[in-house]
């Protein structure tokens, strides 16, 4: 199969290099016929569109002149995407593509059309500590609560979608916004189309804010506003 990794990409000279030598390892795979990596750089202030570059035989490469957000930078990429599989990784090192041969398998043999990798599925904690988990759990409890769904990890950023199922979700949130409103929508088209969505559990190494986390407090807020506003209406 063709498998497309959609990567936003803001200000992530520490560890791009590092990313793409992970997502490339995973490309002599028998489960991978032709990998399509497509990176968005989110108008970087750092050396990240030059590190990009070094890379440009490999990858497609896409500009925002302007900031914009995650969301934003998904959309950017998900319109080029064209793998039967499309997943979203990002640019940081908190998630291991080695785990997307998993969550391909997984889909795979089991026909599923969207797969999450959760955090949580096999772990009751967070490696960020009880306020991380909490919140995480509350904003998927209450993202099910709409959705109707059983997940365990919403915030997730391992998404996997059949590529023709994610050209049908219109990506409206610019920023993190993105995970709570995509899955409103990948709820719906399942159960207007009768698809199957499941999780499963991944690995997960965070890193801190003073290392580049960016998502915040403010975030959480958006993220409950946004689970309200596609769920009643």
Known sequence: MKFSILI???????TLGTIFEKVFSIEKSPLIDELEVIAVDD???DNSLNILEKYSDKIKI????????KGAAIRTAAANATGD??????????????DLLK??????????????GS?????????????HYFVNAALTTLSNLFTGLNLTDMETCYKMFRGEILKEINI?????GLEPEITAKAAKICAEKNLKLSEIPINYDPRKYNDG?????????????????????
């Open 8 to 14: 936003p990409v803001y200000n992530e000279e520490k």
């Open 43 to 45: 108008c970087s202030k």
């Open 62 to 69: 896409l500009k925002h002149e302007k900031n914009q957000g």
């Open 85 to 98: 599989y499309v997943v979203f990784q990002d640019a940081d090192l908190e998630y291991d593509p080695k």
């Open 103 to 116: 969550m391909l398998d997984f889909a795979a043999k089991n026909n599923v059309d969207i797969l999450y």
């Open 119 to 131: 955090r949580f599925l096999e772990k009751k904690g967070s490696p960020l500590g009880k306020m």
């Open 172 to 176: 409206e949130e610019d920023r993190f």
């Open 213 to 233: 986390k960016k998502i915040g407090w403010k975030d959480g807020l958006r993220a409950v506003y946004i689970i309200l506003k596609y769920g009643l209406f």
